[in-house]
């Protein structure tokens, strides 16, 4: 039985801030907590109030070890 329950992916979350963030871009660190604060910190230095109070809450569904493992098989499809 599939288990992904949002086009693909976990939820709504990993695959929008897979598609928003990280779909198309040059990735070099695939660590799951790398690419978790790196948004962290993005939202931290672009927003503020409540609105960094809601993105810091939209992205604790997010299964950074899901997007880290998808953003290494397309690197290993590029290379190939």
């Known amino acids: 039985m599939n288990d992904k329950t949002y086009n693909g992916w976990t939820n709504y979350?990993?695959?929008?801030i897979n598609l928003e963030?990280?779909?198309?871009?040059?990735?070099?660190?695939?660590?799951?907590d790398d690419l978790r604060q790196f948004v962290e910190d993005h939202i931290h230095e672009t927003s503020?109030?409540?609105?960094r109070d809601y993105a810091l809450a939209f992205i604790q569904d997010v299964n950074?070890?899901?997007i880290a493992a998808?953003?290494?098989?397309?690197?290993?499809?590029v290379t190939e």
């Open 13 to 16: 979350a990993t695959w929008r």
């Open 21 to 32: 963030v990280f779909d198309g871009g040059n990735w070099d660190r695939y660590q799951a």
């Open 48 to 51: 503020s109030g409540i609105a």
């Open 64 to 66: 950074w070890t899901e």
């Open 70 to 77: 998808h953003l290494v098989d397309e690197d290993e499809e």
